[in-house]
């Protein structure tokens, strides 16, 4: 009955078509034959109309049983007249409706066209927002559609709503635009796109200037994070792990990267590792970050990690490896999708991710346990003498000795547990991963950078390499060089989000001698990939010219034909090596300015140890496809190392993917081999 009250049709216009019916008495089920609110003799009737028409069941709402079945075969549908008054209510409520949409759309435009030329910036209509969740969500039907169309009439606008493509797109989109600086209007928002050094580094300085937390706070599955917070919050957060990136630490650090780099150099060596590339090298930043941010692994922990002989702890059902690399993986389900529907979804991947969530959850928690049961066994340390991450966020989630309350609450120690865990490995995992594969395709640098090696370390045996000795002096060579320019050309992230606060005065940037303020609210986007491609800052050489886009517009960005790591050690007057210094806001892999990456050296010294104990021992190639097969194709065509070295550059172009950070996902075979 309620339902039938709520229908828009009367209940006359719509009738079915049984096989058998019997209908009971109203008394049967009401032995009042009421129905509250409606008089005898219209429940009757209502009643009578409900058992000819509609109804299937009677269930009592209280119990669940079932009072009564009809024991007919029922189908019902919309009568004629029931059509012909439908129809048209469902064509005016959708015309009005688009109607408004229309004008909302337009209304908004206007407004924020406005809005962009108050700024004095160049503009760029687009017909929706990049960060919208009407176009998040239809993306994937529309995407095909507007590929599809002529390219003249996307050009524009298109690459700025593909955030996943923006390594991809590079500096072609501010080109095509002309400008450096411009604004994308849409009916959603306004969004500032920059790769203009000079405005980035206002943006990095500008103290005004935030973090979007609205859009960063994907990063907060365990609890709020430095990364996905801003203002006073992320600030605490970053006071309470600065104490430990200090000098101390960099020696531990270097040294421990060459314990573990020599392991990774004999586990590269072995037949096939090159189909665990990126796993193999993700498995030594773990152990890195485990072992002196948390103090959680030893060396044998990570030879059996590389060996794949490492084993789930205690209950655990995954290793703290594959809990990180699965959880990553299913980073954006595990964001949205509540965690009791991934346990009973029907697809295996959702299990696994709900899975991984609870088996990383649970690592944590009992890491941070231990070093509670650790620091209730001695006086807290003063935070300057701290010798771990994990130990400096515990202890800002206890209450002091004096009894004052904790500085962090306990989901507040979680996030930033898990914050570097994530940001910690996946960069360096994915640039030592970049490095190698760049090496390999460049034997002559490779070469290069080996012989740079030998001078400065000679024969100094590994265990004997040091922090204070060596850091340096490697990072001013070759092995210095192609570290930057490998994060020159895959950078860490291809956007950084910066906000102007939604209250208060605009932000005002200085664009020749010009002042342009930024409305409240806007969110700012430094586009590093095209800014590290910016043909200002970073002109091609004419050796790396070779291949354009009219030459095969697939292998673009060009990031194996535009490697240049010689481009870093420029030749002075007098015939000194110097080491290129960038003007600010053109290299910035790691932003720049008091929000820069906390951990930026800690990635450097972990790379540069890596990258030497690797080069000094093992030397790496590419393989054609016969040397892969080892001979077992004997009657097939002849494979060449300029073909491989074209199907590297592809992989290391179209075969780069953007999912929470750029990483290669077609396979690349290459072999190491020690040494001679």
Same mark, same amino acid.
């Given at each position: 009955?309620?339902?039938?009250?709520?229908?828009?049709?009367?209940?006359?216009?719509?009738?079915?078509? %049984?096989?058998?019916?019997?209908?009971?008495?109203?008394?049967?089920?009401?032995?009042?034959?009421?129905?509250?609110?409606?008089?005898?003799?219209?429940?009757?009737?209502?009643?009578?109309?409900?058992?000819?028409?509609?109804?299937?069941?009677?269930?009592?709402?209280?119990?669940?049983?079932?009072?009564?079945?009809?024991?007919?075969?029922?189908?019902?549908?919309?009568?004629?007249?029931?059509?012909?008054?439908?129809?048209?209510?469902?064509?005016?409520?959708?015309?009005?409706?688009?109607?408004?949409?229309?004008?909302?759309?337009?209304?908004?435009?206007?407004?924020?066209?406005?809005?962009?030329?108050?700024?004095?910036?160049?503009?760029?209509?687009?017909?929706?927002?990049?960060?919208?969740?009407? +176009?998040? /969500?239809?993306?994937?039907?529309? %995407?095909?559609?507007?590929?599809?169309?002529?390219?003249? +009439?996307?050009?524009?606008? %298109?690459?700025?709503?593909?955030?996943?493509?923006?390594?991809?797109?590079?500096?072609?989109?501010?080109?095509?635009?002309?400008?450096?600086?411009?604004?994308?209007?849409?009916?959603?928002?306004?969004?500032?796109?920059?790769?203009?050094?000079?405005?980035?580094?206002?943006?990095?300085?500008?103290?005004?200037?935030?973090?979007?937390?609205?859009?960063?706070?994907?990063?907060?599955?365990?609890?709020?994070?430095?990364?996905?917070?801003?203002?006073?919050?992320?600030?605490?957060?970053?006071?309470?792990?600065? *104490?430990?990136?200090?000098?101390?630490?960099?020696? $531990?650090?270097?040294?421990?990267?060459?314990?573990?780099? &020599?392991?990774?150099?004999? &586990?590269?060596?072995?037949?096939?590792?090159?189909?665990?590339?990126?796993?193999?090298?993700?498995?030594?930043?773990?152990?890195?970050?485990?072992?002196?941010?948390?103090?959680?692994?030893?060396?044998?922990?990570?030879?059996?990690? /590389?060996?794949?002989?490492?084993?789930?702890?205690?209950?655990?059902?995954?290793?703290?490896?594959?809990?990180?690399?699965? /959880?990553?993986?299913?980073?954006?389900?595990?964001?949205?999708?509540?965690?009791?529907?991934?346990?009973?979804?029907?697809?295996?991947?959702?299990?696994?991710?709900?899975?991984?969530?609870?088996?990383?959850?649970?690592?944590?928690?009992?890491?941070?346990?231990?070093?509670?049961?650790?620091?209730?066994?001695?006086?807290?340390?003063?935070?300057?003498?701290?010798?771990?991450? %994990?130990?400096?966020?515990?202890?800002?989630?206890?209450?002091?000795?004096?009894?004052?309350?904790?500085?962090?609450?306990?989901?507040?120690?979680?996030?930033?547990?898990?914050?570097?865990?994530?940001?910690?490995?996946?960069?360096?995992?994915?640039?030592?991963?970049?490095?190698?594969?760049?090496?390999?395709?460049?034997?002559?640098?490779?070469?290069?950078?080996?012989?740079?090696?030998?001078?400065?370390?000679?024969?100094?045996?590994?265990?004997?390499?040091?922090?204070? &000795?060596?850091?340096?002096?490697?990072?001013?060579?070759?092995?210095?060089?192609?570290?930057?320019?490998?994060?020159?050309?895959?950078?860490?992230?291809?956007?950084?989000?910066?906000?102007?606060?939604?209250?208060?005065?605009?932000?005002?940037?200085?664009?020749?001698?010009?002042?342009?303020?930024? *409305?409240?609210?806007?969110?700012?986007?430094?586009?590093?990939?095209?800014?590290?491609?910016?043909?200002?800052?970073?002109?091609?050489?004419?050796?790396?010219?070779?291949?354009r886009a009219s030459e095969n517009c697939k292998k673009r960005p060009f990031a194996v034909s535009d490697f240049d790591p010689e481009r870093w050690i420029q030749t002075t007057d007098g015939g000194k090596n110097e080491f290129l210094s960038p003007i600010p806001g053109s290299f910035i892999p790691f932003a720049e300015?008091?929000?820069?990456?906390?951990?930026?050296?800690?990635?450097?010294?972990?790379?540069?140890?890596?990258?030497?104990?690797?080069?000094?021992?093992?030397?790496?190639?590419?393989?054609?496809? $016969?040397?892969?097969?080892?001979?077992?194709?004997?009657?097939?065509?002849?494979?060449? +190392?300029?073909?491989?070295?074209?199907?590297?550059?592809?992989?290391?172009?179209?075969?780069?993917?953007?999912?929470?950070?750029?990483?290669?996902?077609?396979?690349?075979?290459?072999?190491?081999?020690?040494?001679?």
């Amino acid at each position: 009955l309620v339902i039938l009250e709520e229908l828009v049709l009367p209940y006359e216009t719509l009738y079915v078509e %049984l096989d058998e019916f019997k209908k009971p008495p109203l008394t049967d089920v009401n032995p009042n034959g009421r129905v509250p609110g409606i008089s005898d003799a219209q429940g009757l009737s209502i009643w009578n109309k409900c058992c000819e028409q509609l109804t299937l069941a009677i269930i009592d709402p209280n119990t669940g049983l079932t009072l009564w079945e009809s024991g007919a075969t029922i189908q019902c549908r919309f009568s004629p007249e029931a059509m012909a008054l439908l129809s048209p209510k469902i064509f005016i409520a959708l015309g009005i409706f688009t109607l408004v949409w229309v004008v909302w759309c337009l209304a908004t435009l206007i407004a924020n066209v406005s809005r962009a030329r108050a700024t004095g910036l160049q503009y760029v209509i687009v017909p929706c927002s990049m960060l919208g969740a009407p +176009w998040l /969500l239809t993306q994937p039907l529309l %995407l095909p559609i507007l590929q599809a169309l002529p390219e003249l +009439w996307t050009e524009k606008w %298109l690459p700025l709503l593909l955030f996943n493509d923006g390594w991809h797109n590079g500096y072609e989109p501010f080109q095509r635009v002309g400008a450096d600086t411009f604004l994308a209007v849409s009916p959603g928002d306004i969004i500032f796109y920059t790769c203009d050094a000079a405005v980035s580094s206002q943006l990095f300085h500008n103290g005004r200037l935030g973090k979007p937390a609205h859009l960063m706070s994907l990063l907060n599955i365990f609890g709020p994070t430095m990364t996905g917070t801003d203002g006073p919050e992320a600030r605490l957060y970053r006071r309470t792990a600065a *104490p430990f990136f200090t000098e101390a630490t960099m020696r $531990d650090v270097f040294v421990g990267a060459v314990q573990g780099g &020599a392991e990774l150099s004999r &586990a590269l060596r072995q037949p096939a590792a090159h189909r665990q590339l990126r796993d193999l090298s993700a498995k030594l930043s773990i152990h890195l970050l485990s072992r002196f941010c948390n103090q959680t692994e030893t060396q044998e922990d990570l030879v059996n990690a /590389l060996q794949c002989k490492d084993k789930p702890q205690g209950t655990h059902r995954m290793t703290y490896s594959e809990a990180v690399f699965t /959880l990553l993986e299913s980073f954006t389900t595990v964001f949205l999708c509540p965690h009791a529907l991934l346990r009973i979804s029907p697809f295996s991947t959702h299990r696994q991710a709900a899975t991984a969530f609870t088996e990383m959850r649970r690592y944590m928690e009992e890491m941070k346990e231990r070093k509670v049961a650790e620091l209730e066994q001695k006086p807290p340390a003063p935070s300057k003498n701290a010798s771990s991450i %994990l130990e400096l966020l515990v202890q800002a989630g206890l209450p002091a000795a004096d009894g004052s309350p904790a500085v962090l609450r306990p989901d507040q120690v979680m996030g930033n547990i898990w914050t570097f865990v994530f940001a910690g490995h996946e960069a360096n995992a994915n640039t030592l991963t970049f490095i190698m594969l760049l090496l390999a395709c460049h034997p002559v640098t490779q070469r290069a950078m080996q012989a740079d090696l030998d001078r400065i370390l000679q024969d100094t045996p590994p265990d004997q390499w040091t922090y204070d &000795a060596h850091f340096n002096p490697l990072m001013n060579s070759l092995v210095g060089a192609v570290i930057n320019e490998a994060l020159r050309l895959f950078t860490v992230l291809p956007v950084i989000p910066k906000y102007v606060p939604p209250t208060g005065p605009p932000v005002s940037i200085i664009i020749d001698d010009q002042a342009h303020p930024l *409305p409240p609210g806007m969110v700012a986007f430094v586009n590093t990939s095209a800014t590290h491609r910016h043909p200002q800052y970073w002109p091609r050489r004419e050796s790396s010219t070779h291949l354009r886009a009219s030459e095969n517009c697939k292998k673009r960005p060009f990031a194996v034909s535009d490697f240049d790591p010689e481009r870093w050690i420029q030749t002075t007057d007098g015939g000194k090596n110097e080491f290129l210094s960038p003007i600010p806001g053109s290299f910035i892999p790691f932003a720049e300015g008091s929000r820069a990456c906390l951990g930026y050296r800690f990635a450097l010294v972990e790379l540069c140890a890596s990258v030497a104990i690797v080069f000094k021992s093992s030397s790496v190639r590419l393989l054609t496809r $016969d040397e892969e097969a080892d001979g077992s194709n004997p009657g097939g065509a002849a494979d060449t +190392w300029e073909a491989a070295r074209d199907r590297a550059e592809l992989a290391l172009s179209e075969g780069v993917k953007f999912d929470m950070s750029l990483r290669v996902v077609h396979g690349l075979p290459v072999r190491f081999e020690a040494r001679k």
